[in-house]
């Protein structure tokens, strides 16, 4: 058989190796997992902190409601912090910005009306009054909060103190918690750390210049349980007891305007009036403008 004349043609391939792919993904990955553990550290601690611990946090970041300094815009708790150094605050007056000089005349004889500078001193005041007034309550309570943390010995009791603001006025509450009471059950005399808990405020409290208004408070009674002392006798005794203390520790008589026990008629948790946050003794700083001298005309 005759010899093929085709060539026989061998191929070699040749592999290249693969180029360096860079560490440009592992700073992403990084930084992801860091993401991460920050989100769930995040989570962890907003199901940790309570209620009051929050807004605390809160007002800590914010800090035109925490300037522990006197505001220059006035109001019932604004210049009431522990001194006088920090950021001031000046209330926007939307009303001056509002008016022209056509405002200025009345409408039916075209005289000038009343002064202009006092109608604006006026409708200015009662204009911000609502924005001055939830200004003051931040700061007022972040300093009872911090004048609570410079005593270590009732830091555990964090979560007995509820600092709130409302429509009344700022409530300080001492609100008693399972396992840690803050008065002996059925007594009208405080434990000494709840006796702390109000020395360690009524320097505060004294230089703020609203009246105060005392109110004790205790749960229901739990069905087929044996009542013990009278209820209003001991949240009006235990209320005494609480304005006594701070009288004691230099807060002038008529600061009060007044001392209550509502026994069980007002519970924080009207769907079950049996738990033990529903005594407390809250004092209210009253959101109002201090009497003035008989002598004194608005």
Do not use: C
């Amino acid at each position: 058989m005759a010899k093929s004349d085709q060539p026989i043609i061998i191929k070699k391939i040749k592999k290249a190796a693969h180029g360096h792919h860079g560490g440009a993904w592992k700073i992403a990955y990084a930084d992801f997992v860091t993401a991460m553990m920050a989100f769930f550290l995040l989570m962890w601690l907003l199901n940790m902190t309570t209620k009051e611990q929050k807004v605390g946090l809160a007002d800590y970041f914010r800090p035109a409601a925490i300037s522990l300094s006197a505001s220059g815009a006035g109001g019932i708790l604004m210049g009431t912090a522990i001194d006088k150094s920090g950021n001031k605050s000046s209330a926007p007056r939307p009303d001056l910005e509002r008016r022209t000089p056509s405002a200025t005349r009345d409408a039916a004889t075209g005289n000038p009306a009343q002064d202009d500078g006092a109608r604006r001193s006026s409708l200015s005041r009662d204009a911000s009054r609502p924005i001055v007034g939830a200004q003051a309550q931040h700061s007022a309570a972040a300093s009872l909060r911090q004048a609570l943390q410079s005593v270590p010995e009732i830091a555990e009791m964090s979560r007995n103190i509820v600092i709130e603001p409302t429509n009344e006025g700022l409530n300080v509450s001492l609100v008693d918690q399972d396992g840690r009471s803050m008065f002996p059950d059925g007594s009208v005399q405080p434990y000494e750390r709840t006796r702390l808990v109000l020395q360690a405020l009524a320097p505060t409290l004294r230089r703020m210049p609203n009246r105060l208004s005392i109110t004790g408070h205790t749960s229901a009674v739990r069905p087929g349980a044996v009542r013990g002392a009278d209820s209003w006798g001991v949240t009006a005794g235990r209320a005494l007891a609480v304005r006594e203390i701070l009288s004691a520790a230099g807060l002038p008589h008529d600061r009060f305007i007044s001392v209550t026990g509502r026994a069980d008629t007002e519970p924080v948790f009207p769907d079950n009036p049996y738990l033990s946050p529903n005594r407390r003794v809250t004092i209210i700083l009253l959101n109002e403008e201090p009497p003035l001298p008989p002598n004194v005309l608005r």
